[in-house]
């Protein structure tokens, strides 16, 4: 893993060897769980009392999937920067489609984050916290019936009743988001930050994203590019409703192992960094 950007003191080769980019950062190495919670650290809490950020994988011509999952087109590498940001998240938002299509499990509780954790007063490991307007879910899944923290089941207040007593049923809080049968992301934000869910990660899928985009409540977007071409119908990262005009991020940090970026950008937001 490399640092490409930004480079400071501690990156750059001030040694002037030669061959090397000074900009390019030292030898690529893997790196510890430590240095990569530190890079993908939250903000201060002060400054950001809620803070959403997003986590995606696209090729080289846009496709979020290959064959209808993310896995084919990711690393080892971004599976270690997925399973960090897990750990650093107090809950991780997913849409209805993407637990049916990538068979979600409760998350786990990892030993080289348990102190990080208990440090930030966290619980052992991010509850799930799915979003769905009709409730078309398998509550019997462990996600429902075996969690090691509570998982959240957000909808709209118009929502099939008999769905959300199966639910409870199984276990979930549901929350209500909504006044029809839909989210509104806002209030889905709002919801879990009311129960102390403040560090939330996204991981998809592309139409849930699309909605927090739309709404302008995302704050940051990890974003790693994969170096590899797949053609095909293949959704982007993010689709649905559009903004009238575009939202502007500012590049964060920018690593590098195997030919993928490992990119980070934030919304502008004045006192954070």
């Known amino acids: 893993m490399r640092r490409l ?31 990569l919670a530190a890079a993908y650290g939250y903000p201060d809490r002060s400054a950001a009392p809620v803070w959403l950020r997003a986590n995606m994988v696209s090729t080289l ?24 940001l897990r750990a650093l998240a107090d809950a991780v938002v ?22 990080r954790r208990e440090a930030a007063g966290q619980g052992p ?5 799915v979003l769905s307007a009709r409730l078309d879910l398998d509550f019997t899944l462990p996600l429902f019936t075996e969690p090691l923290v509570p998982t959240y089941v957000l909808t709209g207040a118009a929502a099939p009743a008999e769905r959300m007593a199966a639910a409870r049923a199984a276990g979930a809080e549901v929350l209500i988001a909504g006044e029809g049968t839909g989210v509104e992301p806002e209030r889905a934000v709002a919801a879990l930050a009311e129960r102390g869910l403040t560090r939330l990660l996204t991981e998809g899928g592309p139409r849930l994203l699309g909605q927090f985009v739309a709404a302008q409540v995302l704050d940051e977007l990890c974003l790693t590019l994969s170096p590899l071409l797949t053609s095909g119908s293949a959704q982007r990262i993010a689709g649905g409703p559009g903004l009238a005009l575009p939202a502007r991020f500012e590049l964060a940090s920018l690593l590098e192992e195997d030919g993928f970026l490992f990119s980070r950008y934030r919304r ?6």
């Open 125 to 129: 490991a991010p509850s799930i916290a």
């Open 268 to 273: 502008p937001r004045h006192g954070v960094e």
């Open 61 to 84: 011509d846009g496709a979020a999937q290959h064959d209808g999952r993310s896995q084919p087109i990711s690393s080892p590498a971004d599976m270690r920067i997925f399973g960090t």
């Open 94 to 115: 997913v849409g209805a489609e993407t637990v049916r299509q990538e068979g979600y499990r409760p998350a786990r509780a990892r030993d080289g984050f348990a102190a």
């Open 5 to 35: 950007f930004p480079v400071t003191y501690e990156t750059a080769d001030h040694e002037g060897r030669e061959g090397r980019d000074a900009a390019a950062g030292p030898p690529g190495r893997e790196w510890s769980l430590d240095e």
